[in-house]
């Protein structure tokens, strides 16, 4: 237990994660680094699938470090009565349970929402699949990458005379983990208020959440019957907003997304007669010139290095960076002072470092405190001490390959 001066916001509150690879599990992290006890669930043979996703050091899992940072890891075949027996011994204790398999998994375990609400009727349980647990597509198996072509992202991402283009990242997951995070504390703050203190199922897909940062499209659409187009790294809300390629072949992206902004642009690069222009004197004039105006800046950047551009641009107030490869986040000095990233001790890997946690609070800030654990770490710990099961017990169970 941590003194009051250096208690986490969330220390208390109890997770039970028995979910597998990205969006789930990052939900249950994001409250972990603010200081939420998880229970982290594997299956004691295979573990968690993300233990073979993305890059490896020495066969380990470099992904899974950060993934599943902040928990204590248990093992637990679900598949068996005996399993589920523990499992429901543990939702007893727990204030969520997260869990992503797809609808009707759960119940096929007896371990479905109506079981175990009786068995703890304050519970609150984040549901994530890719359609969602209704609807027509609700028994599909989903994927983040089907989610982000589903959700209508792909189709405005990409160059203009270039098909649909996926994200290099797993976005879809991001995005609903962090809803999913967002909603249950919507749902533990509405429990606390609640006088009859009772929980409540939460379903969430992988495509809504990301739908919703599409929102500018939907409505063009819904209301102008406008079908967004890929516009590259343009705007069509917007200009100018684009990338640049400056004088040594380094990139830089510019956003004038105000009036004034585009006239600190026009004053950055001495062009300030442009802003009575009557082609750039507004933005709906600017977004018909959009091609002359990206030739202007786009030839004023081409002759200067890098930072030149960033200096001069900068100091005039208009609103422009550098569009950094992965080893550029790691040396920028703004990034270092903000802590970005933090170094840990892996007892695998040995020296780590992470992203940080992303919000900073003032009175109560979040904390990396672990890497992701190895499989079954905690068992001991949680078996013993939360269910006060005998070491002879786990022995058996482990022989039984329940744990």
Not at 305 to 310: A, F, M, P, Q
Request: with cysteine; aromatic share 8%; charged share 25%.
């Amino acid at each position: 237990m941590t003194s009051n001066e250096e208690k986490l916001p969330l220390e208390g509150l109890k997770i039970l994660d028995a979910s597998t690879m990205l969006a789930a599990p990052w939900a249950c992290t994001f409250l972990a680094d603010y200081g939420a006890e998880v229970i982290k669930i594997e299956h004691p043979d295979y573990g968690d699938h993300a233990r073979n996703y993305g890059a490896k050091k020495d066969g380990i899992s470099l992904l899974w470090k950060t993934l599943n940072r902040n928990k204590k890891n248990i093992t637990l075949n679900l598949k068996e009565q005996e399993g589920q027996r523990l499992f429901k011994e543990l939702v007893s204790k727990v204030d969520v349970v997260v869990e992503n398999f797809k609808p009707g998994t759960f119940e096929k375990w007896n371990i479905g929402w109506e079981v175990l609400s009786e068995i703890n009727p304050s519970l609150i349980m984040l549901r994530t699949t890719g359609y969602g647990q209704t609807g027509p597509y609700s028994s599909r198996g989903g994927f983040g990458t089907v989610a982000e072509a589903m959700s209508g992202f792909t189709s405005v991402n990409g160059s203009a005379d270039g098909p649909p283009l996926l994200p290099g990242i797993a976005l879809a997951d991001g995005v609903s983990g962090v809803f999913g995070a967002l909603s249950i504390m919507i749902a533990l703050n509405e429990r606390a208020n609640n006088p009859g203190f009772k929980g409540q199922v939460i379903d969430i897909s992988l495509y809504e959440p990301l739908m919703r940062f599409l929102e500018p499209h939907l409505m063009a659409y819904n209301q102008l019957g406008k079908i967004a187009e890929r516009l590259g790294n343009g705007s069509n809300t917007t200009a100018p907003r684009n990338a640049y390629q400056t004088k040594e072949g380094r990139w830089v992206a510019l956003s004038g997304s105000t009036q004034t902004i585009t006239k600190n642009v026009f004053q950055a690069i001495g062009r300030i007669e442009l802003i009575e222009d009557e082609r750039f004197s507004n933005n709906a004039n600017r977004l018909k010139n959009v091609k002359e105006i990206n030739e202007i800046i786009g030839t004023w950047i081409k002759e200067r290095e890098l930072d030149e551009v960033i200096d001069t641009l900068s100091e005039c107030g208009a609103v422009v960076g550098p569009m950094y490869d992965i080893a550029q986040l790691f040396e920028d000095p703004h990034y270092q002072y903000r802590e970005t990233f933090v170094t840990l001790e892996d007892e695998e890997l040995g020296e780590i470092q992470v992203p940080n946690v992303v919000a900073k609070f003032s009175r109560t800030p979040g904390k990396v405190r672990t890497t992701g654990a190895i499989k079954g770490k905690h068992n001991e710990e949680i078996y013993k001490e939360l269910l006060g099961i005998s070491d002879e017990r786990l022995v058996e169970l482990k022989k039984m390959d329940i744990i």
